[in-house]
């Protein structure tokens, strides 16, 4: 079923279609949220917030846009996992047994990933506004140009222009960091 038919299905409360949905997206909702959380959640804890973010695409199916579906389950995965983060508290404490993914990787192969994003969120804070803020809309809470523009004022072929050029700021950025992407 393509995204369309499942939203209309989940509008429609069909099993048949939350059934499919979760299929289809749970590694990318498991994805998102083990990004977010950076290695600070155990894996029950993944898991409980993946369930988390079907249960409310369920409980609030009307809400979907039948072409955004995707967008839709990333975001709700965002909010589930930044929720399980203050829950825990940042000082939360991990077991050996819950640093294994079921994939078989360490958490503590993460730590390049945890530098990176450190690094990334230092080189942002010298880029500026408002190249700053279109990147962080852009690949962080992937807007198009076009929303981005309306949002800041600007038009869509400003924000794309604006959106290279940030990027290539950030990646002198980081290269001078002896960081290279």
């Known amino acids: 079923m393509d995204d369309r038919s499942l939203v209309q299905g989940l509008k429609k409360q069909e099993i048949s279609a939350i059934e499919e949905t979760i299929d289809k997206y749970t590694r990318l909702v498991s994805a998102v949220i083990c990004n977010i959380a950076c290695g600070n ?3 029950q804890d993944v898991e409980e917030a993946v369930q988390d973010t079907f249960l409310s695409l369920w409980e609030h199916a009307e809400s979907v846009e039948e072409d955004k579906l995707k967008a839709y389950l990333c975001q709700i995965a965002k909010n589930k996992a930044r ?3 203050r829950k825990l508290g940042r000082n939360k404490t991990v077991s050996i047994e819950d ?4 994939d078989g990787i360490y958490v503590s192969d993460d730590i390049g990933q945890k530098t990176l994003s450190m690094a990334i969120d230092e080189a942002l804070a ?3 506004e408002p190249d700053k803020e279109i990147l962080i809309r852009r690949y962080y809470y992937y807007q198009s140009s ?10 869509s072929q400003t924000v794309r222009t604006k959106l290279a050029r940030a ?6 950025i980081l290269i001078e960091r002896g960081i290279t992407l």
């Open 41 to 43: 959640l155990t894996q």
């Open 83 to 85: 929720d399980a983060l």
């Open 99 to 102: 640093m294994v993914t079921d």
């Open 126 to 128: 010298e880029i500026g």
């Open 146 to 155: 076009t929303v981005i523009g309306k949002i800041l004022g600007l038009n």
């Open 167 to 172: 990027k290539e700021k950030l990646r002198k």
